[in-house]
């Protein structure tokens, strides 16, 4: 069992546009992969998750990251035997698990997500709050599969990134943008420059233990 303080809570909102030093770039190469286990204890439409996970891979592949998608389905609630498939197997930082749930209990309804850190700041969970994604008033553009894919995108860039990732432009902004999100928006909720060559130089070196306290990041 995991020990948990909360260190950041973050809400989401939309209000200005962007600046553009996160402009859309495919690399010419692919310089790392990184597995996503992803949990739908939501019950979120195939079709949405699968516009979810084509903007969540694009993401990552402006950075040069290869992300594979893996679809863990949702959790059987009378089965208890301990889990053994390919989503179980987690290691910091190559393969990370969402759990994509209805709501969270005592989560602010303009709270999206939340990334779990240990002390070091890497972490291999977070969690996806697909109702109240669903349900802000600014979200009838672009489509929640687009959002849903963002905000994965978002804390799984927390897990790779670590403590005190937020950053004042581009897809790690504590606070989106109405504005960028209806007009251009793929070509700036992306990873900066900076940001891009950290995950690239993390996924590059042999992974270490993982340790066994978290601590979280709410966006």
């Not at 893996?70 to 930082?93: E, K, N, Q, R, V």
């Not at 989560?107 to 779990?116: L, N, R, V």
């Not at 291999?124 to 669903?134: E, F, I, K, P, T």
């Not at 995108?153 to 897990?159: C, D, F, M, S």
């Amino acid at each position: 069992m995991f020990a948990r303080s909360r260190v950041a809570s973050t809400a989401l909102f939309f209000v200005l546009l962007f600046g553009g030093s996160a402009a859309a770039r495919t690399p010419h190469t692919v310089f790392a992969r990184v597995r996503l286990s992803v949990f739908n204890d939501a019950a979120v439409p195939s079709d949405t998750l699968a516009i979810a996970a084509a903007r969540a891979t694009f993401v990552f592949a402006q950075s040069g990251i290869e992300l594979d998608w893996i679809d863990c389905g949702h959790p059987d609630p009378a089965d208890f035997s301990p889990p053994a498939t390919p989503c179980s197997a987690l290691a910091w930082p190559r393969q990370l698990s969402v759990r994509i749930l209805a709501r969270g209990r005592s989560i602010h309804a303009d709270i999206f997500g939340q990334a779990f850190l240990d002390e070091s700041g890497s972490g291999v969970y977070a969690n996806v709050y697909y109702n109240n994604l669903s349900a802000h008033r600014v979200h009838a553009q672009p489509c929640s599969g687009e959002m849903l894919g963002l905000v994965i995108a978002h804390e799984v860039g927390h897990l790779l990134l670590g403590t005190n990732s937020h950053s004042s432009s581009g897809l790690m902004q504590p606070i989106w943008y109405a504005s960028a999100l209806q007009t251009d928006f793929r070509h700036q909720l992306l990873f900066t420059a900076a940001e891009s060559a950290i995950l690239r130089a993390r996924l590059a070196v042999p992974p270490p233990l993982y340790a066994s306290s978290r601590r979280d990041l709410t966006m």
